[in-house]
């Protein structure tokens, strides 16, 4: 059957150790090792697959034994993988750091991911796909090109804008059904496209705004519909017809936000073809498999599975 959710993007390798503080410069510290599959893209597809959709995953590896391991692992989780091999590179790969805290750092090396190209993508991979979704963890063109596919074939476009970056094409935007950057890339989006008038826009005065104000900013951006993930607090969703927040989980123990983001996007995704296009359930999906992603260790593998989600659902809604 055809996939019904088709995300196109990074695969990286994620190398993750755990450690009570953060090294300072010239320091080491002793932690513990973790590996697993990971990427932006890579994430948001197994985050979507698990949620219960039918998912086919899009990107670039080498040649290498990084490659080898992420073909098992989806063939282990039962998603589709289309996996383009760029014999010259290496396979992504990410560095990460997570504190007693649960917070992270994280350096990424796009290693072939940054040379997946629009010829890689075949159409008709993409047609009959309800939602398509892009982020900026790969070769950028290969977005608009995408998007383009998608909109031929009748599909939502969803747009991940993480990491920022400077060679960004805000000419996407015109592609761009569905935006959800998180605080950090809405304000680096309002300063390029929207700058506020007196000074530069900040992550503090995006904090002090109210809803609709901050509903406001996002209808600034020409896209029809704007998601602001906004970490611990939750989400607001904004659309023509006004912006409705949502609150994040309570009663969470979290222990590691590697891939939070990457599991609301997957998650969002998933909620939208289960709920016929409905934006703010989509959005309240992703908000329940973002918290549970957070209660595991890494990224791909601390993705929910679809019964997970559902019974988190029940205790929330009791």
Excluded at 167 to 191: K, M
Aim: glycine content about 12%; some cysteine.
């Amino acid at each position: 059957m055809k996939p019904l959710v088709v995300v196109v993007g990074s695969f990286v390798q994620d190398l993750c150790w755990q450690c009570a503080e953060f090294p300072r410069a010239g320091e080491t510290v002793i932690g513990t090792f973790v590996t697993g599959p990971g990427g932006k893209g890579s994430n948001q597809a197994v985050a979507a697959g698990r949620a219960g959709a039918r998912t086919l995953f899009i990107g670039a590896v080498g040649r290498d034994v990084f490659a080898d391991a992420v073909r098992k692992f989806y063939r282990a989780e039962g998603i589709g993988a289309r996996f383009i091999e760029k014999p010259r590179q290496a396979t992504g790969s990410a560095a990460i750091l997570v504190n007693a805290a649960a917070q992270n750092e994280i350096v990424v090396a796009l290693g072939a991911s940054a040379h997946l190209l629009p010829r890689d993508i075949d159409g008709a991979l993409i047609r009959g796909a309800k939602v398509v979704v892009c982020q900026h963890e790969a070769n950028l063109p290969v977005n608009a090109h995408v998007f383009r596919l998608a909109r031929k074939a009748g599909a939502v476009t969803v747009l991940n804008p993480a990491p920022m970056r400077p060679d960004f094409d805000p000419s996407i935007l015109a592609l761009t059904d569905v935006l959800i950057p998180n605080e950090t890339e809405f304000v680096a989006l309002v300063n390029l496209l929207r700058p506020v008038p007196g000074g530069t826009f900040t992550e503090t005065a995006l904090h002090a705004m109210s809803h609709g104000e901050l509903h406001g900013l996002c209808q600034d951006l020409g896209v029809a519909t704007v998601i602001v993930t906004l970490g611990k607090r939750g989400c607001l969703v904004s659309t023509r017809r006004g912006p409705t927040f949502i609150a994040a989980h309570a009663g969470i123990k979290v222990v590691d936000t590697t891939g939070a983001g990457d599991a609301f996007v997957g998650g969002f995704a998933a909620g939208f073809v289960q709920s016929g296009g409905d934006i703010v359930a989509a959005a309240r999906h992703g908000n329940a498999v973002a918290a549970l992603s957070v209660t595991k260790y890494g990224t791909a593998p601390a993705m929910p599975t679809k019964a997970e989600i559902a019974r988190f659902l029940r205790r929330s809604a009791a």
